[in-house]
């Protein structure tokens, strides 16, 4: 009887419902994520610059290249088109001009929308600091989530409460000037308490000065920085296989604010990038901070910590146990279509880092208290083809690199082509770049993929991904083989939108023996109807995922989404989905409509239902509030999860509350 009320419920949300959803990168962001490898820890920072953004958008009239090469869904010919536009036919007057770019597309021009603003056209002198701080913009921002139920942690284990919380402070002046605070703690954690004496877990400060003089970025306190394809250092984010593909594989050079919640994978200290002539720039960034680590009996470091949990005794005996000292440099030389560039960083810690190498994929990780790395990158582009590339290497003496090949067919056809090589044996602590197995080491491959617009409402994304790994790795034995394909249709006639995606992974394994190996396959797959009015839509969106290893597992899922604009200071969102699965191994994911600064792509499996409320309005102009409540309720159980983070119940629900205030 339960189930058929449930099935009511779903029906009449279906249908009574009206919806819009508040904001299209939001959709656009988890459309995205679900496609790529959303446990990938890079997406939290694609979310957080997207905020970023969104808080502050970016004047097109006065930005830079490198202020248009933050926005994640820009390729290097995009950026170039729109200067190019602005520098033959004067700033734009309205965002409707972006029309007049064949490479800026209807999706985004729609999205660039949130990120940019018309602005005034002339580039005032850097200000004085009067003028920056009598005319600011400032912004607080307050989160809270709180949990109806308890864990085992709560009652016995954890040092803090099970309220999770966070405030944000941001001050910015055009695009010259940015100071900000952040205080942030995980549930579980003490607040002032124990090691907590100054009250949240992890803070963060900065300050950032944009086109001073010689001076095109300055930032003091904690930062992120991006060089090249990440071989050498990219602390930052990297991107996926379908991103890779809408970017067209372009490389980065940024230096950015660190201005998440997130208490880890940051720098500390002050990085600046100054132009020393036309089209010669120069980077530079020194960093020192307290770092968590695993310890062996030693006092060596058996592993570097970067989840930044702190809620239990031993938990909170890792904190700040290790210093890390880091220096780098970055040159950038820009000729007509050409680019060169090359990237150091020299790298200490204050104990030896000695992970267990007697474990065969341990082999060759790094090792030893001082590292350096070097990489020159490099490319090309004309109106057609784009060319990118960076080789490095280290203390390891092995050699890393990626290339990547784009080629504009037409107006409606994209070809890109990326090769990879990283070493068994080689390292760099800061790394990330675009790989199947998560790092840039032990692996090669050729990535093919394909953007086609066949129609003017009618899509077609396609890639296909081989790799090889010439050393075992966790689970893997010996040398293995991956091979990934996703194909998506998306039509898009007026306010309707269909879409249908098939996703096949095939990846190496040991057996249950460990004796050899045998082929994990994993199938994905996804259709979806979405209908968007002017103060409402809908969604209904149907998954399945077969995963073929050493059991068979299957899953799907059914979801309905529905949001509603009663006016422009309120909006509603809603959720509901349906989940059955065999196991772990089958599980699914649904996009669910968030608090800003706060990215969450929770996995379902087993047999239950999800669902949730989302109301956003504004109580006056400068005051947002943002509430959500969520239930995840399963069939299958009594309890979830395990350990610490156990629940005895079968549902599980969250309060979430968001306050914003501008002034």
């Given at each position: 009887?339960?189930?058929?009320?449930?099935?009511?419920?779903?029906?009449?949300?279906?249908?009574?419902?009206?919806?819009?959803?508040?904001?299209?990168?939001?959709?656009?962001?988890?459309?995205?994520?679900?496609?790529?490898?959303?446990?990938?820890?890079?997406?939290?920072?694609?979310?957080?610059?997207?905020?970023?953004l969104?808080?502050n958008?970016?004047?097109?009239?006065?930005a830079?290249?490198?202020?248009?090469?933050?926005?994640?869904?820009?390729?290097?010919?995009?950026i170039e088109?729109?200067s190019?536009?602005?520098?033959?036919?004067?700033?734009?007057?309205?965002?409707?001009?972006?029309?007049?770019?064949e490479?800026i597309?209807?999706?985004?021009r729609?999205?660039?929308g949130?990120?940019?603003?018309?602005?005034?056209?002339?580039?005032?002198?850097?200000?004085?600091v009067?003028?920056?701080?009598?005319?600011?913009?400032?912004?607080?921002?307050?989160?809270?989530?709180?949990?109806?139920?308890?864990?085992?942690?709560?009652k016995?284990g954890?040092?803090?409460?099970?309220?999770?919380h966070?405030?944000?402070?941001?001050?910015?002046?055009?695009?010259?000037?940015?100071?900000?605070?952040?205080g942030?703690?995980d549930?579980g954690?003490?607040?002032?308490?124990?090691?907590?004496?100054?009250?949240y877990?992890?803070?963060?400060?900065?300050?950032?000065?944009?086109?001073?003089?010689?001076?095109k970025?300055?930032?003091?306190?904690?930062?992120?920085?991006?060089?090249?394809?990440?071989?050498?250092?990219?602390?930052?984010?990297?991107?996926?296989k379908?991103?890779?593909?809408?970017?067209?594989?372009?490389?980065?050079?940024?230096?950015r604010?660190?201005?998440s919640?997130?208490s880890?994978?940051?720098?500390?200290?002050?990085?600046?990038?100054?132009?020393?002539s036309?089209?010669?720039?120069?980077?530079?960034?020194?960093?020192?901070?307290?770092?968590?680590?695993?310890?062996n009996k030693?006092?060596?470091?058996?592993t570097?910590?970067?989840?930044g949990y702190?809620?239990?005794?031993?938990?909170?005996?890792?904190?700040?146990?290790t210093?890390?000292?880091?220096a780098?440099?970055?040159?950038?030389?820009k000729?007509?279509?050409?680019?060169?560039?090359?990237t150091?960083?020299y790298?200490?810690?204050?104990r030896s880092?000695?992970?267990?190498?007697?474990?065969?994929?341990?082999?060759?990780?790094?090792t030893g208290?001082?590292?350096?790395?070097?990489?020159?990158?490099y490319?090309?582009?004309?109106s057609?083809?784009?060319?990118?590339?960076?080789?490095?290497?280290?203390?390891?003496g092995?050699?890393?690199?990626?290339n990547?090949?784009?080629?504009?067919?037409?107006?409606?056809?994209?070809?890109?082509?990326?090769q990879?090589?990283y070493?068994?044996k080689y390292?760099?602590?800061?790394?990330?770049?675009?790989?199947?197995?998560?790092?840039?080491?032990?692996?090669?491959?050729?990535?093919?993929?394909?953007?086609?617009r066949?129609?003017?409402n009618?899509?077609?994304m396609?890639?296909?991904?081989?790799?090889?790994?010439?050393?075992?790795?966790?689970?893997?034995?010996?040398?293995?083989?991956?091979?990934?394909?996703?194909?998506?249709?998306?039509?898009?006639?007026?306010?309707?939108a269909?879409?249908?995606?098939?996703r096949?992974?095939?990846?190496?394994?040991?057996?249950?023996?460990?004796?050899?190996?045998?082929?994990?396959?994993?199938?994905?797959?996804?259709?979806?109807a979405?209908y968007?009015?002017?103060?409402?839509s809908?969604?209904?969106?149907?998954?399945?995922?077969?995963c073929?290893?050493?059991?068979?597992?299957?899953?799907?899922?059914?979801s309905?989404?529905?949001?509603?604009?009663?006016?422009d200071?309120?909006?509603?969102?809603?959720?509901?989905?349906?989940?059955?699965?065999?196991?772990?191994?089958?599980?699914?994911?649904?996009y669910?409509?968030?608090?800003?600064?706060?990215?969450?792509f929770?996995?379902?499996?087993?047999?239950?239902?999800r669902?949730?409320?989302?109301?956003r309005g504004?109580?006056?102009?400068?005051?947002?509030?943002?509430?959500?409540?969520?239930?995840?309720?399963?069939?299958?159980?009594?309890?979830?999860?395990?350990?610490?983070?156990?629940?005895?119940?079968?549902?599980?629900t969250?309060?979430?509350?968001?306050?914003?205030?501008?002034?």
């Open positions: 009887m339960k189930r058929y009320f449930l099935l009511v419920i779903f029906v009449l949300l279906s249908v009574i419902v009206k919806a819009q959803d508040s904001q299209a990168w939001e959709k656009y962001f988890y459309q995205l994520a679900e496609l790529e490898d959303i446990e990938s820890s890079s997406l939290q920072s694609v979310y957080d610059i997207l905020c970023d969104d808080d958008p970016i004047n097109i009239n006065t830079t290249r490198e202020d248009l090469m933050l926005i994640p869904f820009l390729n290097e010919k995009d088109d729109i190019a536009y602005i520098y033959q036919y004067g700033p734009l007057k309205t965002m409707g001009e972006l029309s007049m770019i490479s597309g209807h999706n985004k729609m999205l660039l949130y990120f940019v603003y018309i602005g005034d056209p002339e580039k005032e002198s850097f200000p004085s009067g003028k920056m701080l009598g005319n600011a913009h400032h912004e607080i921002m307050a989160t809270g989530k709180i949990p109806t139920y308890s864990r085992k942690g709560d016995d954890y040092l803090g409460y099970k309220y999770k966070n405030v944000r402070y941001d001050m910015t002046y055009g695009d010259y000037f940015r100071l900000g605070v952040v942030a703690q549930s954690e003490p607040f002032f308490a124990h090691k907590n004496s100054a009250g877990d992890h803070y963060s400060f900065y300050l950032q000065l944009k086109k001073l003089g010689r001076i970025n300055l930032v003091v306190g904690r930062y992120r920085v991006n060089f090249g394809m990440g071989l050498v250092i990219n602390n930052d984010f990297t991107l996926g379908v991103a890779m593909l809408t970017s067209l594989g372009k490389q980065s050079y940024n230096i604010p660190h201005s919640r997130s880890s994978n940051y720098l500390q200290g002050a990085a600046a990038t100054v132009q020393l036309k089209g010669l720039d120069i980077s530079g960034f020194v960093s020192y901070r307290k770092i968590d680590a695993t310890l030693d006092s060596s470091i058996s570097i910590l970067d989840n702190h809620r239990t005794e031993t938990e909170m005996s890792k904190k700040n146990n210093s890390q000292w880091l780098g440099t970055n040159i950038r030389y000729f007509k279509n050409f680019h060169v560039g090359a150091a960083i790298t200490s810690l204050n880092l000695s992970p267990k190498t007697e474990t065969l994929y341990r082999r060759y990780y790094a208290d001082n590292f350096y790395n070097i990489s020159l990158n490319g090309y582009r004309n057609r083809i784009s060319f990118n590339g960076e080789t490095a290497t280290g203390d390891c092995a050699l890393a690199t990626i990547t090949l784009s080629f504009r067919a037409s107006d409606r056809l994209d070809l890109l082509a990326v990879r090589f070493s068994y390292y760099s602590l800061f790394s990330q770049s675009f790989s199947e197995g998560g790092y840039v080491q032990n692996e090669s491959g050729i990535y093919l993929g394909a953007n086609w066949p129609l003017r009618l899509s077609v396609a890639y296909t991904d081989y790799a090889y790994f010439a050393w075992p790795k966790y689970q893997i034995s010996d040398a293995s083989h991956s091979f990934d394909n996703m194909l998506t249709l998306a039509y898009t006639p007026g306010n309707w269909f879409t249908a995606r098939y096949l992974r095939i990846k190496d394994r040991d057996n249950e023996e460990k004796t050899s190996l045998i082929r994990r396959v994993e199938q994905r797959g996804r259709v979806s979405a968007n009015a002017d103060s409402w809908l969604k209904t969106q149907a998954d399945i995922s077969k073929k290893y050493k059991d068979d597992s299957f899953g799907w899922m059914i309905q989404y529905a949001a509603l604009r009663l006016s200071k309120l909006r509603f969102g809603a959720v509901f989905g349906y989940f059955n699965t065999d196991s772990y191994d089958s599980r699914l994911y649904i669910e409509q968030g608090m800003m600064y706060d990215f969450s929770p996995a379902f499996y087993g047999e239950g239902i669902y949730s409320l989302l109301m504004n109580i006056t102009p400068r005051l947002m509030i943002t509430a959500k409540a969520g239930t995840t309720n399963y069939f299958d159980r009594d309890k979830i999860s395990s350990s610490y983070q156990q629940i005895n119940h079968s549902s599980m969250d309060i979430e509350v968001q306050l914003k205030y501008k002034f």
